[in-house]
């Protein structure tokens, strides 16, 4: 589990003030808390710390001298600019399990005949702090034109420990012949192009 270290936020300066200043707000809380915790990170920190995870990842959050195991929940960003605006973590407590998300990651996508279309790019489950995990691979060798795979058919969907939040009937991806895209595509602007006329 990766450490990341910051500090209680100076709640005598608002967070744009903070952000100008190279530093990142967030937030701490949990049902073990009294309140949640202001939080504050040296901007460097946290995007080095982005670079290899995402929210649903797990982490040792170290504030002063105290430590807490913790769940990156939330990481909004600045419209315009993309920045980061804030952090949100969660408390993690020993045998009591917590919402999270997956990511879904395709392996072996340069061994499919055909497009893959991916409806789904991650799924919520709940499990037990031992449990989480950061992401779903999906090996895609052997797959063709006309498969698809749904959420009831990843590895997860069918492990005790998890409770998936997603639904089950949901599309994860398929994969259709590159023929069927292109004729869509063509259909649409004939309609389109038909529409227009009539206009």
Known sequence: MSILK???RNLNKKAKQLRKEGIIPGVLYGKNLKESISIQFPQKEV??????????????????????????KEVTYVPMTRDVEHLSFQT???????????????????????????????????????????????DLTGMKPGDSIYVSDLDIAKK??????????SLVLSIVEPKTILTEEAEETGEQDTEAAQE
């Open 47 to 72: 995007a080095q710390f982005l670079r290899s995870h995402f929210e649903g990842s797990r982490v040792d959050l170290m504030i002063g001298e105290e430590s807490y195991k913790a769940l990156l």
């Open 160 to 169: 005790e420990a998890y409770e998936i939040k997603t639904p089950l009937d």
């Open 92 to 138: 993690l407590l020993e045998g009591e399990k917590v919402t999270n998300i997956a990511k879904i990651v395709l392996v072996n996508k340069e061994n499919v005949e055909g497009l893959i279309q991916q409806s789904l790019n991650e799924i919520t489950y709940k499990a037990l702090p031992s449990d989480l995990i950061e992401k779903i691979e999906v």
């Open 6 to 8: 910051g500090e209680k």
